[in-house]
């Protein structure tokens, strides 16, 4: 299903990652340290988003099962969906993931965890009264993969650094809105100006930025989770199916927010289904009816990409 070289790519892509993150934390935060005179607010800035990367990290999953109101389920209390996990992580060769439920009719499953040893995968109970056997396979493969490819330890901290960099970005508007006027006239100076007018474009730009990187990101890793679950289940027409189910479904998943829509198999928020999307306006005319400007803003690729990729697969 996996190889090395692949999982050995994403742990190196983790870190380039948070590398450049960091760069634009550390920008924000050296620009705001020169135009208040106060170098205190740059170590500030990168001890913050080191902290909250770290937090992420080891509490990631904890955080999200909360926030989804999932509930843990073992061998006793739902055997059948226990052992499609259990069997598929034989064949992947992975240690068995905790498995929780959220209770919502709407069909929809992630997986969380910042290795394969601390993994979870988290299904509604809508996903397993709606697909058939083979269906939930391919979705639970899906989310395998997911861990298998360390896409989680990406998804996390691109995350948590995303919004790092949109708080650093807020704090420096508001400081020059309503105190950082005062404070570059009183001690003047054209770099100061400069400076300023710099870290207003940066604290505008850099979180669009950081979203659009965390947005493509997540695209590209949830192709590649469905070509691993599919090579893991040797079935692509079951996880393809299981698409079809799940995007066709137009009840919103309750326990889903902003903050975990990305972990989805499916956007919970039905966004990136098609045509009506909250895009319209800004989509063309294509075959596909689809501007690359509204793709740019999904949090997946669209389904119907990803299920013609699944039947164009040779196995």
């Given at each position: 299903m996996l190889t090395y070289d692949l999982i050995n790519k994403n742990k190196r892509e983790s870190w380039l990652l948070i590398f450049i993150f960091l760069i634009i934390i550390s920008a924000l935060g050296f620009i705001f340290a020169q135009v208040y005179n106060n170098s205190a607010i740059l170590y500030f800035a990168v001890?913050?988003?080191?902290?909250?990367?770290?937090?992420?990290?080891?509490?990631?999953?904890?955080?999200?099962l909360a926030l989804s109101k999932a509930?843990?389920?073992?061998?006793?209390?739902?055997q059948q969906l226990y052992n499609i996990v259990e069997n598929l992580c034989i064949a992947a060769g992975l240690p068995t993931p905790r498995?929780?439920?959220?209770?919502?009719?709407?069909?929809?499953?992630?997986?969380?965890?910042?290795?394969?040893?601390?993994?979870?995968?988290?299904?509604?109970?809508?996903?397993?009264?709606?697909?058939?056997?083979?269906?939930?396979?391919?979705?639970?493969a899906h989310e395998l993969s997911h861990i298998g490819n360390y896409d989680i330890r990406v998804m996390t901290l691109v995350v948590v650094l995303v919004g790092t960099i949109t708080l650093l970005a807020d704090w420096f508007m508001r400081a020059s809105f309503f105190g950082g006027r005062r404070s570059y006239d009183r001690e003047g100076g054209q770099l100061k100006t400069i400076l300023m007018i710099a870290g207003l474009i940066l604290a505008i730009l850099s979180p669009i930025i950081a979203t659009l990187i965390k947005l493509a990101v997540s695209r590209k890793r949830e192709y590649l989770a469905d070509a691993s679950g599919a090579l893991l289940t040797r079935h692509p027409e079951g996880l393809a199916r299981a698409l079809e189910k799940i995007s066709a479904d137009t009840e919103p998943l309750e326990a889903a927010n902003k903050a975990t829509a990305h972990l989805y198999i499916v956007n919970p928020f039905h966004e990136d289904r098609g045509p009506s999307s909250a895009l319209d306006g800004l989509r063309t005319t294509s075959a596909e009816g689809r501007s690359w400007f509204a793709k740019m803003f999904n949090t997946h690729p669209p389904v119907e990409d990803r299920i013609a990729k699944l039947r164009n697969m040779n196995l």
């Open positions: 001890g913050f988003s080191i902290f909250s990367s770290l937090i992420s990290y080891y509490f990631s999953d904890s955080i999200t509930q843990a389920v073992d061998r006793n209390t739902n498995i929780y439920i959220i209770d919502d009719t709407a069909p929809n499953a992630f997986a969380t965890g910042r290795d394969p040893k601390h993994a979870v995968v988290c299904v509604t109970t809508g996903i397993l009264q709606k697909l058939e056997k083979t269906e939930l396979e391919g979705v639970i």
